[in-house]
Every structure is written in structure tokens, then in C-alpha cells.
């Protein structure tokens, strides 16, 4: 009788690599925090904390939930596709979107301060997109 661990295991992304398991990953956090934008406004406020709270509305949240869980499903892709070049492709864009999003809030906008519910999109955006890009022809055969 197989384990727990050993079950578990069955369901990771078989290809080379740990970019398609840290894909699987982003997209579960994903989940997680489209779940939290449905449910509550709490902590999509300490996001864009350079606003009044109050500015920060239900239907907004519930938009950033839906680009959210759009995201999920294309990098949950990639991490069982990683080889797929549209997919692939897919996958990297919306970490560029993502990094544009927060950058711009940040930078030009001035909705969101540095603080860590902002750094931790950031810094997963730029990580993975500079991975991808990296890694591109090691995932990617022409």
C-alpha cells in the first residue's frame, strides 16, 4: 500500500527540473489567494495600501480574483506542460503582466507602498520570469 507522501508524489509534474513543480506551486498559492479576494477585502487593502481603504472595493477585489485565478489555471498548465511552447509562452507572459501590474502600482500609480504583501508579488513575478527566460530553451524545443 503506497504512502501518503508516495500518493501525494504521483500528482507532481513529471518533467525535468523543479520549474514545473515551483509552477504547480505559484499556481496553488493562487488558488488560495483568489479564494481570499472572493471572501474579503482585508488583505487585498494591505496590498494597495497607498490608497484610503475605503477606495478598495468588493467588485475590485473580486476582479483581481478572477485575473488571479486565470493566472492559476495557465501556470498549473505549464507545470504539467512545460514543454509546450504556447503554454509555455502563457506561462511567462503572465508573470510579465504581473510584474507590470505591481510595478506600476508601485512606481507610477502610488497605490501600493513596499511593504511585504506587495514585495512577495514582486519578487515571485521577477524570480520566475527571469527562470523562465533562463530556461527557455531547456524547456522549450524549437
Not at 504583501?117 to 530556461?135: D, G, H, N, Y
Given at each position: 500500500m503506497a504512502t501518503q507522501s508516495q500518493v501525494l508524489l504521483e500528482y507532481l509534474p513529471k518533467s525535468e527540473g523543479l520549474l514545473p513543480?515551483?509552477?504547480?506551486?505559484?499556481?496553488?498559492i493562487a488558488v488560495f489567494n483568489?479564494?481570499?479576494?472572493?471572501?474579503t477585502l482585508k488583505l487585498t487593502r494591505r496590498?494597495?495600501?497607498?490608497?484610503?481603504?475605503?477606495s478598495i472595493t468588493a467588485l475590485q477585489a473580486r476582479t483581481f480574483a478572477v485575473w488571479t485565478l486565470t493566472s492559476a489555471v495557465i501556470r498549473g498548465y505549464a507545470a504539467y506542460n512545460i514543454n509546450n511552447k504556447t503554454i509555455y509562452d502563457m506561462a511567462l507572459l503572465t508573470y510579465l503582466i504581473a510584474f507590470?501590474?505591481?510595478?506600476?502600482?508601485?512606481?507610477f500609480f502610488r497605490t501600493a507602498k513596499i511593504n511585504l504583501?506587495?514585495?512577495?508579488?514582486?519578487?515571485?513575478?521577477?524570480?520566475?520570469?527571469?527562470?523562465?527566460?533562463?530556461?527557455y530553451d531547456f524547456y522549450v524545443t524549437p
Open positions: 513543480k515551483w509552477q504547480l506551486v505559484i499556481a496553488t483568489t479564494i481570499q479576494n472572493f471572501t496590498l494597495y495600501a497607498g490608497v484610503p481603504s475605503t507590470g501590474h505591481f510595478t506600476s502600482e508601485i512606481c504583501p506587495v514585495l512577495s508579488p514582486v519578487v515571485v513575478s521577477t524570480a520566475s520570469l527571469i527562470w523562465m527566460l533562463r530556461q
